[in-house]
């Protein structure tokens, strides 16, 4: 069983940067594809970025415009999701999930999940 747990979020003003970490146990870290979804209220939970086991590979969408940056380090069993010039629309909860295979960007297609860290952007 892969236990996945995100910390980081809080309280931001528009234009500020957070950044969110995840770690994985369980299984051997560098195997595990991370990716990173973002469920506001009353919407449905959406891929935000992903990143392969060896961190060659990533996935990110179109939305956040740059802004989003994933990275990992495989020595500290993190990973990591860098958030620039953040927006009132990035309000949301953000989730870490955890899958063998890396590519998936559907909710669905993942069986190990954090608990989601609150993230607020306002004034």
């Known amino acids: 069983q892969v236990q996945v747990k995100e910390s980081g979020g809080g309280l931001v003003q528009p234009g500020g940067s957070l950044r969110l970490s995840c770690t994985a146990s369980?299984?051997?870290?560098?195997?595990?594809?991370m990716a990173w979804f973002r469920q506001a209220p009353g919407k449905e939970r959406d891929f935000v970025a992903g990143i392969s086991g060896d961190g060659d590979s990533k996935n990110t969408m179109d939305f956040h415009e740059g802004r989003f940056t994933i990275t990992r380090d495989n020595a500290k069993n993190v990973v990591y999701l860098q958030m620039n010039n953040l927006k009132p629309e990035d309000t949301a909860v953000y989730y870490c999930?955890?899958?063998?295979?890396?590519?998936?960007?559907?909710?669905?297609?993942?069986?190990?999940w954090g608990q989601g860290t609150q993230v607020t952007v306002s004034t």
């Open positions: 999930a955890a899958h063998p295979r890396f590519g998936l960007v559907s909710a669905d297609g993942y069986d190990y």
């Open positions: 369980g299984r051997t870290f560098n195997t595990l594809a």
